[in-house]
């Protein structure tokens, strides 16, 4: 299968996203640059920033923009990462409540250099905004720890809405697009997360396609997300972030996103989000109204 150029002006139409400015817009922007925030919107230049600064809404990304590994689809920079900020997690905190959020959404970078990856910094981001958000859900979009049991429980023992570890894509394809992570690991990491003693969060998780997979492939891995746990997925197509990213294979139509989503449903996952522009933490709230009620 021949690989495709992602030239915005040769998207399909369900990709063309139309850009909405306004107020709420530039209040966002506004916010984050006064505090010295980042988020994953910018970094990774996600396609969805402009429809969800519009409506108030952002994710942020702690730990610094440098990344200690080197997926080949992500836009984050894979340089030497600096030193955290200890004052960081209340300055999100701080953002979340002049944004006003009812649901926050926080990732990192993934810091390998750090002795616990950045656990203890996670789960004080979490306590920070309940301080000051008390009734607001907070999902966390972490990395691996490595697989490691005690840095995790320091994530879920701050107590978030929903933990969030994204697959990716394929076991075929994992060790190619994500050199420095492992496939079976990521998948015990969110089998862990479901079985965590006293557990009160949902489990999450995400995949790409256009890498290269094939039908089958997302429909086998599907099936054992589902059988990790996981309550929430997400799906979205792969658009390379520059020309020297992984290069895209196929856009997928919608039609084949809802096939997805209805398989998924089928495995006893909960709530699925299956589209072309879907990301991680897309109306991430919109995911969990029903099963926090």
């Avoid at 656990?119 to 691996?144: C, M, N, Q, W, Y």
């Avoid at 995400?206 to 429909?219: H, K, S, W």
């Amino acid at each position: 299968m021949s690989r495709q150029k992602t030239n915005k002006s040769k998207f399909p139409p369900w990709l063309r996203v139309q850009v909405k400015c306004g107020s709420a817009r530039e209040e966002i922007t506004e916010i984050l640059d006064n505090l010295q925030l980042n988020t994953v919107c910018r970094e990774a230049k996600c396609p969805n920033m402009a429809e969800c600064w519009h409506k108030r809404t952002a994710t942020f990304m702690i730990m610094g923009k440098e990344c200690t590994r080197n997926c080949k689809f992500c836009g984050v920079s894979n340089q030497s990462p600096k030193n955290l900020e200890k004052d960081e997690p209340l300055r999100v905190a701080k953002a979340a409540y002049k944004m006003q959020l009812k649901y926050v959404v926080i990732t990192s970078v993934t810091r390998d250099d750090l002795h616990d990856g950045g656990a203890k910094h996670f789960a004080t981001t979490i306590r920070e905004i309940k301080k000051l958000l008390p009734t607001s859900g907070v999902e966390v979009l972490t990395p691996d720890f490595m697989g490691k049991r005690e840095l995790l429980d320091i994530v879920f023992n701050a107590s978030p809405t929903v933990f969030n570890h994204n697959l990716e894509t394929v076991k075929r394809l994992s060790p190619i697009i994500r050199p420095d992570a492992d496939y079976e690991r990521s998948l015990n990491v969110l089998k862990y997360a479901h079985s965590y003693e006293n557990r009160s969060f949902l489990v999450k998780s995400g995949l790409m396609v256009g890498l290269g997979e094939t039908d089958e492939e997302i429909n086998e891995t599907i099936e054992k997300l589902a059988l990790s746990g996981v309550e929430i997925l997400t799906i979205g197509q792969y658009l390379p972030p520059t020309e020297n990213h992984y290069p895209l294979n196929r856009y997928v139509h919608p039609d084949k996103f809802k096939e997805w989503k209805e398989f998924a449903l089928k495995t006893g996952i909960k709530k699925v989000f299956s589209a072309p522009l879907v990301r991680s933490s897309y109306m991430a709230d919109s995911l969990v109204e029903d099963l926090l009620s």
